[in-house]
């Protein structure tokens, strides 16, 4: 697969579509299994409130990976997104409730670059919290 997206149709500026993300605790469950990632705070109310966390939060690398779809899904390729990073600033919580937490997620492109890549730069909110920082990614355009 290819991007999708041309090189020559975008401008710095331009805004991707915005999507939303919902993350529950059973989805919290299933990262864990899939990723290996059992760290009872990501399952276990009572483990996290005793560390001095708010309640259970989502894995760093969930909220990351949820984040770049947002890139992913605008180029139409996976694997025209050639380097990604962020740093991680507030944590997502999960509520033990029907609907879990919200993570929002807006991009733009902030550069284009040689070689036919552009870097987008991504807005990760989370009841009101900015929960990604300085999170950006490089893609290879068509």
Same mark, same amino acid.
């Given at each position: 697969?290819? !991007? ?7 401008? =710095?500026?331009?805004? &991707? ?9 059973? !989805? ?12 009872? *705070? ?6 996290? $409130?005793?560390?001095? +966390?708010?309640? =259970? *939060?989502?894995? %760093? ?14 180029? %139409?390729? /996976? ?6 990073? #962020? $740093? ?5 919580? #999960? /509520? ?6 919200? *993570?929002? =997620?807006?991009?733009?492109? !902030?550069?284009?670059?040689?070689? @036919? &890549?552009? @870097? ?11 929960? +990604? ?6 893609? $290879? &355009?068509?």
């Amino acid at each position: 697969m290819t !991007a999708k997206v041309s090189y020559e149709s975008v401008e =710095v500026g331009t805004e &991707l579509p915005a999507q939303s993300f919902p993350v529950t605790r059973a !989805a919290l469950v299933r990262y864990a299994g899939a990723s290996g990632d059992f760290n009872p *705070i990501h399952w276990n109310e009572k483990f996290a $409130r005793e560390v001095g +966390l708010p309640d =259970v *939060i989502a894995h %760093g690398m969930f909220t990351m990976a949820e984040a770049i779809r947002v890139v992913t899904d605008w180029a %139409g390729d /996976p694997g025209a997104v050639v380097d990604y990073g #962020v $740093r991680f600033t507030k944590p997502v919580v #999960v /509520p033990n409730d029907d609907k879990g937490a919200l *993570i929002e =997620v807006s991009g733009k492109v !902030a550069a284009k670059l040689d070689d @036919r &890549l552009v @870097r987008v730069d991504l807005v990760a909110m989370c009841d009101g919290n900015k929960v +990604l920082g300085m999170s950006r990614a490089v893609v $290879r &355009l068509a």
